[in-house]
């Protein structure tokens, strides 16, 4: 209980320091203009007259791709410029409990910007009748990959104290894992590569899953994806910044 204690007074305090600055308020509104914009202009959701959540869900990745570098970009980063980050560490609270309420305060701030999104839901009701089952399916699948995101994003601000360089790193991974399974790079692999070879790039893809439960298919194969994603990069999170603090 003590240890889940400290953990939620990081998270809080990460929280709550989204909120105190401009960037929160700039993030979630970036956000909702360039869905808005995508699902409703770019996608033509009207003039398509079928009243599903496809087109929404399909830019979230790429929005992601920009936003949740630029919200985590100062998670450690920021830290490690202004020296607190040895003010936290001499705090009664392991390096554990610090990693994971600073990630879980980044994909609660991220999942409440989803979470706004909700008015298209409804507008996609009042105009037909969506499956809600493969809405929900999607939000879920969405907050996975943010979740995803933001522990990538994570790693990314902890190798470094200028948050430019974070930002750059946090979106180059991202866009890595986003097309590893695209058919054009699985297609330039597989003139030259084994089909074993193909298959293991494809599989560090985040899209197929996204895409799966995009289509309202919920499967603990994909759920389990993202959660090894986001465990194996809180894990080198805790290697770089132990490193760091011992050098």
Same mark, same amino acid.
């Given at each position: 209980?003590?240890?889940?204690?400290? #953990?939620?007074?990081?998270?809080?305090?990460?929280?709550?320091?989204?909120? *105190? #600055?401009? &960037?929160?308020?700039?993030?979630?509104?970036?956000?909702?203009?360039?869905?808005?914009?995508? /699902? !409703?202009?770019?996608?033509?959701?009207?003039?398509?007259?079928?009243?599903?959540?496809?087109?929404?869900?399909?830019?979230?990745?790429?929005?992601?791709?920009?936003?949740?570098?630029?919200?985590?970009?100062?998670?450690?980063? *920021?830290?490690?410029?202004?020296?607190?980050?040895?003010?936290?560490?001499?705090?009664?609270?392991?390096? /554990?409990?610090?990693?994971?309420?600073?990630?879980?305060?980044?994909?609660?701030?991220? /999942?409440? $910007?989803?979470?706004?999104? +909700?008015?298209? &839901?409804?507008?996609?009701?009042?105009?037909?009748?969506?499956? @809600?089952?493969?809405?929900?399916?999607?939000?879920?699948?969405?907050?996975?990959?943010?979740? $995803? =995101?933001?522990?990538?994003?994570?790693?990314?601000?902890?190798?470094?104290?200028?948050?430019?360089?974070?930002?750059?790193?946090?979106?180059? &991974? =991202?866009?890595? @894992?986003?097309?590893?399974?695209?058919?054009?790079?699985?297609?330039?692999?597989?003139?030259?590569?084994?089909?074993? +070879? &193909?298959?293991?790039?494809?599989?560090?893809? +985040?899209?197929?899953? !996204? *895409?799966?439960?995009?289509?309202?298919?919920?499967? @603990?194969?994909?759920?389990?994806?993202?959660?090894?994603?986001?465990?194996?990069?809180?894990?080198?999170?805790?290697?770089?910044?132990?490193?760091?603090?011992?050098?």
């Amino acid at each position: 209980m003590d240890s889940l204690r400290v #953990s939620m007074a990081v998270f809080k305090r990460e929280l709550r320091s989204y909120f *105190e #600055s401009p &960037v929160a308020y700039v993030f979630i509104v970036a956000f909702l203009l360039l869905t808005g914009f995508l /699902t !409703f202009s770019v996608t033509q959701f009207y003039e398509r007259g079928v009243a599903d959540l496809q087109p929404f869900f399909f830019w979230h990745p790429w929005v992601y791709l920009l936003l949740i570098p630029a919200a985590t970009m100062g998670l450690w980063a *920021e830290e490690r410029r202004s020296g607190t980050i040895e003010l936290l560490l001499t705090m009664p609270v392991t390096m /554990t409990q610090a990693i994971m309420g600073k990630f879980l305060a980044a994909w609660l701030f991220i /999942t409440l $910007a989803i979470a706004l999104t +909700l008015p298209v &839901v409804f507008t996609t009701g009042y105009l037909g009748d969506p499956d @809600l089952g493969v809405a929900f399916s999607g939000y879920l699948g969405s907050a996975l990959l943010a979740g $995803a =995101c933001v522990a990538i994003g994570m790693l990314a601000s902890s190798t470094t104290r200028s948050q430019v360089i974070a930002f750059v790193v946090s979106l180059i &991974v =991202c866009l890595v @894992l986003l097309l590893a399974g695209w058919p054009p790079v699985t297609g330039f692999f597989v003139r030259w590569a084994p089909t074993w +070879l &193909v298959d293991a790039i494809a599989a560090f893809s +985040l899209m197929p899953h !996204f *895409e799966s439960m995009q289509r309202g298919v919920v499967d @603990l194969a994909d759920i389990g994806y993202y959660v090894s994603v986001i465990v194996f990069m809180l894990f080198a999170t805790h290697l770089v910044i132990n490193n760091r603090k011992s050098a």
